[in-house]
């Protein structure tokens, strides 16, 4: 078990739904990230958060929001997503400027 | 030219080989380099952390970053088929994001 945790592991939903994703670090660190990873395809960064301030949004559609309440807590919330939005989204945490530590991802799976 | 080069694979080896992993990049202000192996469906997870140049060594994983020829290394011992995963490198300079390689897959035939 790594010290990113990540809820849930799998998520099936239309595209009218609205849902959101947790992740939660017991590492301390001061950053944390969401990126997508579809199939065959590299790392996508989403957003960045420093000291719970958002310092990056890589041009990522508004159907996507994310939230950082404090410094180990992180969500996004999906609405109205399209069916090429399914992937595995990551959430990490790093502790500036050293090592990234990933979850184990959330599949999501848009119908 | 993308920022860094990652040969995708399929790379089939034999247990017990020797596996060579690489990466090229084109920034030279890196100075973070990291080797993460991804199982399917999963998160990828940290391997092996280096900064700066030199080699770093770890059981049966070692790490090269030579910073001349923006090149680095993993190299795995004795693979086994529990080795079997995609390989991501990532890198990164002073505050600024990390970036990672397409990922490298690998496959370790008993």
């Known amino acids: 078990e790594t010290g990113v945790t990540q809820t849930p592991r799998h998520l099936v939903m239309g595209m009218t739904n609205k849902k959101s994703l947790k992740c939660e670090q017991h590492?301390?660190?001061?950053?944390m990230y969401w990126y997508k990873q579809s199939a065959k395809k590299p790392l996508e960064l989403m957003f960045v958060?420093?000291?719970?301030?958002?310092?990056e949004n890589n041009s990522v559609p508004s159907r996507f929001s994310p939230e950082c309440p404090n410094s180990s807590h992180l969500f996004l919330h999906l609405h109205t997503l399209q069916p090429e939005d399914s992937a595995l989204y990551l959430c990490?945490?790093?502790?500036?400027?050293?090592?990234?530590?990933f979850g184990s991802g959330t599949q999501l799976s848009v119908l | 030219q993308k920022e860094v080069e990652q040969d995708p694979g399929p790379l089939s080896v034999p247990e017990g080989a020797i596996v060579s992993l690489n990466c090229t990049y084109s920034?030279?202000?890196?100075?973070?380099f990291m080797w993460y192996r991804q199982y399917s469906r999963k998160g990828p997870e940290l391997l092996m952390y280096?900064?700066?140049?030199g080699n770093k060594e770890d059981g049966r994983f070692t790490a090269q970053v030579d910073k001349s020829s923006k090149y680095i290394s993993l190299f795995i011992r004795d693979s086994q088929p529990s080795d079997s995963a995609t390989y991501l490198c990532?890198?990164?300079?002073?505050?600024?994001?990390?970036?990672f390689g397409p990922g490298t897959r690998l496959s370790v035939l008993p």
């Open positions: 958060y420093n000291f719970k301030e958002q310092t």
């Open positions: 280096t900064y700066s140049s």
């Open positions: 990490a945490s790093s502790q500036e400027p050293e090592k990234l530590f």
């Open positions: 990532a890198m990164r300079s002073y505050g600024q994001n990390f970036v």
């Open positions: 920034n030279s202000a890196f100075q973070y």
């Open positions: 590492l301390g660190h001061n950053a």
